[in-house]
């Protein structure tokens, strides 16, 4: 019969193998604010005992893997702030008011798990740039096929990432026609064909700019609706004197929207996904409220 065991040391059980070039030994989430006595977790009154016996564990883990000649990757857990937190912050509330901030000490791994600068990383703020965006995009998709209609999309700042959200939507292919990165005045008049009088005109990374890509793209491919985003995603501002986190966004079509956001943000990643988001939102709440046929 086969026993299981429960005891105070269960990592003195645990046996295996780690052959160089065929593995890589992948820490989770080992972060001050977890771990350390003074963290987001310990701050908030939780005993985190039962966490740090894990730290000595894994650093002699860590250690191993180094002496074999096994890469080391680490991960990290965190946000930008509570708009991003997702369900995080619906089951540990407490992280609304901090904790795990990117950028902050709190985010980084606790240094007596023994991370080493020549180390992989993986961090899921990367992971959520489209996950955080595929569930807008997916009632996008539901709209557009229920209406029978069609969209395209004219992206700057963001370098396709609405356009690869609604693509990754199954069945895309019924109302996806076509997208376009066009993050300079001769690519938007190339691709989209709107006049270089015309975005000459009109003020740099403006509403009306926008508008302009989002008319271009509708116009080019003959779809229901056009879609258009421009902005400064950072780390500095752009050379027309808005900050980072300036994003301006338009959609064209049966309903006309425009929206401007200031993140405040320099964080180049997290701009691009809030910009995501955004012009995502605004055109589903366009669909929304859209006639019918």
């Known amino acids: 019969m086969q ?5 105070t ?39 985190i005992a039962h966490m740090r016996a894990a730290i000595e564990p894994t650093a002699a883990l860590v250690r191993e893997a180094r002496a074999r000649g096994v890469p080391v990757v680490w991960t990290r857990h965190g946000f930008r702030d509570r708009r991003d937190a997702g369900i995080l912050a619906q089951h540990r509330p407490f992280f ?3 904790g795990l901030r990117q950028g902050s000490w709190g985010y980084e791994i606790l240094a007596e798990c023994g991370p080493d600068p020549a180390d992989g990383e993986r961090t899921n703020r990367r992971d ?18 229920a209406r029978g209609e069609t969209v395209a999309v004219a992206e700057s700042s963001i370098g396709g990432l609405v356009s690869a959200a609604l693509l990754a939507v199954p069945g895309a292919s019924a109302y996806f026609v076509g997208g376009s990165v066009v993050y300079t ?8 064909g709107v006049p270089a009088e015309a975005l000459k005109a009109a003020a740099p990374a403006s509403e009306e700019m ?24 950072g780390p500095t501002g752009n050379s027309y004197g808005h900050a980072a986190g300036h994003g301006v966004f338009a959609v064209a079509g049966p309903v006309a929207r425009s929206l401007t956001i200031e993140t ?3 964080d180049r990643v997290a701009n691009m996904r809030a910009f995501g988001v ?16």
């Not at 026993?3 to 005891?7: C, D, F, Q, V």
């Not at 645990?14 to 972060?31: N, S």
Request: proline share 6%; hydrophobic share 45%.
């Open 210 to 233: 926008a508008r302009l890509l989002a008319e271009g793209a509708r116009a080019r491919l003959g779809t229901t609706w056009g879609l258009g985003e421009a902005g400064a995603t």
């Open 3 to 7: 026993k299981s065991y429960a005891g």
């Open 185 to 192: 005045r001769a690519a938007r008049t190339a691709l989209l």
């Open 128 to 145: 959520r740039l489209m996950n955080t965006l595929l569930p807008i995009a997916a009632r996008a998709g539901a709209l557009l096929k």
């Open 278 to 293: 955004e012009l995502l939102t605004i055109f589903v709440a366009a669909l929304e409220t859209a006639p019918q046929k």
């Open 9 to 47: 040391d269960p990592f003195a059980l645990t046996h295996f193998e780690m052959p160089p070039g065929r593995t890589a030994l992948v820490v989770i989430d080992m972060q001050n604010d977890f771990l350390h006595p003074e963290g987001w977790y310990a701050r908030q009154g939780i005993d």
């Open 96 to 98: 609304n008011k901090g």
């Open 264 to 266: 405040g943000s320099p």
